[in-house]
Nanobody, 125 residues
């Protein structure tokens, strides 16, 4: 029921910026507390956590929290557009080591609701 779709990937030079998006639907079909995680998988490496945002769905008090991997703190910002059911990951000061396929994942109640197909981000030197 939950559908996730990443977009916005592309090529950028080191030091540049890029924003990827995760469009989500069907999140209200389960728990009212949701988490969207961004993960990435660099070439030849395992998938790693990047950032997450959590909020109360369908509520006037979203009690939103965010969390970032140390490698992206101060450079990446995760945010939500509630009207569009979309989570964004704004990536600034990009480095070649940020090159990866970026995936979003939704979870609720400690259970994963699925993954998107990923979007490629390539940062050149």
């Amino acid at each position: 029921q939950v559908q996730l779709a990443e977009s916005g990937g592309g090529w950028v030079q080191a030091g540049g910026s890029l924003t990827v998006a995760c469009a989500a639907s069907g999140l209200t079909s389960s728990s009212s507390r949701y988490i969207i995680n961004w993960f990435r998988q660099p070439p030849g490496k395992e998938r790693e956590f990047v950032a997450q945002v959590a909020w109360n769905g369908d509520s006037t008090n979203y009690d939103e929290t965010t969390y970032y991997a140390n490698s992206v703190k101060g450079r990446f910002t995760i945010s939500r557009d509630n009207a569009k059911n979309t989570v964004y990951l704004q990536m600034n000061s990009l480095k070649p080591e940020d090159t990866a396929v970026y995936y979003c994942n939704a979870e609720t109640g400690g259970r994963s609701l699925g993954w998107g197909q990923g979007t490629q981000v390539t940062v050149s030197s």
